[in-house]
């Protein structure tokens, strides 16, 4: 049997183990320190704007800090897209507030800037006014985002961009991550860099970035003694695992390039398949890094569906995976509010995730195609 082709797995640049080394050499094996900092610089500099960027343990407590800084409390709603991780709202459950979820629109597959709108309209009229609105940038593409800062501003509602997948996209030249009043970044296995496991929060201010540092390290008040005014957490991240990040930063551009390409090899293997639709950007304003390239399956067109073309690579050793199912349909969050026209359920039913690591060869997209041709004949 071939070896398997994996959906997305890590891949080191080289230089990761000489930066934990470093930390090794000098002791640094705690939550702060040279590693640390430098790649939070890293980071800073490569969004180009002023942004402050905290390191902290994974992309959900980075999402889980932001609502913090934005207030939310017990019994807030707080906007989120519908069609995402469950982590982009799991952390509104930590805080004891309320998700209230919006449908994506067809263009990007992201929040529907009307939706958005209809919703915050309704809440308002019903007394209570959103704290904070959750867009996420899906599979790296950029969502509309000219539109939701636009709405966001126009009710003076905190936006917060999960740009989990999406570092080293970009809407009009300028990063995503760097759109919201707060961006977060995750580092988990699976993203387009990793440190094994860790995020980032990004920050308007540098004040933002001091209190939520404050947090993510017990809520520690100045003092000799250990003393609380507030409730805190252990969100940092490691020394030693910054020196992954650090790695990482140094191949970032090559990596999604890479994965662009992916994108451009699965445009080409589909484009005389009838009935299969190869996400893009549509239009030339939008850059997205394809962290995963997606496809979606018009069964009454092609002669297969997306579930039997995911059996098929399956059998042959090589993983796919449904797009992420709506928030809105999950038995855990089914009974919070929604609002849209079930774009995302459609999106959903048709769509399947390709393999798109930046470490896919030649090899491997020559097995991919040999078995996508002859499942679609
Ligand atoms: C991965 C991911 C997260 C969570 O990041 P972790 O670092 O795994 O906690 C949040 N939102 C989206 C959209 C993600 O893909």
């Known amino acids: 049997m071939n070896s398997k082709i994996l959906l997305s797995p890590p891949h080191m640049g080289g230089n990761e183990l000489n930066f934990i080394n470093s930390a090794f050499e000098s002791n640094w094996i705690v939550p702060m320190g040279p590693n640390i900092d430098a790649f939070e610089t890293d980071l800073e500099k490569y969004i180009q704007e002023d942004k402050n960027v905290l390191s902290v343990s994974s992309g959900t ?32 459950i930590y805080l004891g507030a309320k998700p209230v979820f919006i449908d994506s629109e067809t263009d990007t597959w992201n929040m529907c800037p009307n939706a958005l709108e209809n919703c915050i309209k309704d809440r308002i009229k019903n007394g209570v006014k959103p704290k904070a609105i959750i867009v996420v940038n899906l599979y790296g593409m950029p969502a509309k985002m000219d539109s939701i ?37 995750s580092f988990n296995g699976n993203k387009i860099i990793t440190t ?32 609380h005014s507030e409730i805190g957490y252990n969100y940092r991240m490691s020394n030693v695992i910054a020196g992954i990040g650090r790695g990482q930063m140094q191949v970032l551009d090559k990596h999604v390039n890479l994965r662009r390409e992916n994108n451009n090899f699965y445009q080409s293997l589909f484009k005389n398949i009838k009935g299969v639709f190869v996400q893009k950007e549509f239009s030339e304003n939008y850059y997205s890094n394809h962290w995963l390239t997606c496809i979606l399956i018009d069964d009454k067109k092609s002669s297969i569906s997306n579930e039997e073309l995911r059996l098929i690579l399956i059998e042959n050793n090589i993983e796919s995976r449904p797009l992420w199912k709506p928030l809105h349909l999950q038995p855990v969050f089914r009974k919070y509010k929604y609002f849209g026209d079930n774009i995302s359920e459609q999106l959903f039913n048709k769509g399947l995730c ?17 078995i996508i041709i002859d499942a679609f004949k």
């Open 354 to 370: 390709l393999p798109s690591g930046s470490s896919l060869n030649s090899q491997d997209k020559n097995r991919i195609s040999k």
């Open 61 to 92: 407590a980075a999402i889980h800090l932001a609502l913090i800084l934005s207030d939310v409390r017990s019994n807030d709603e707080v906007i989120c897209q519908s069609m995402t991780f469950s982590a982009s709202a799991n952390p509104i």
């Open 196 to 227: 094994s496991g860790g995020g980032a929060l990004v920050c308007s201010t540098s004040h933002q970035k001091e209190k939520a540092l404050f947090l993510a390290t017990q809520a520690k008040d100045t003092a000799p003694h250990y003393q």
């Open 149 to 185: 800062v636009t709405i966001s501003k126009r009710y003076n509602i905190i936006l917060i961009e999960d740009s989990a997948e999406s570092l080293g996209s970009s809407l009009n030249n300028k990063k995503c991550g760097t759109f919201g009043d707060f961006g977060i970044f």
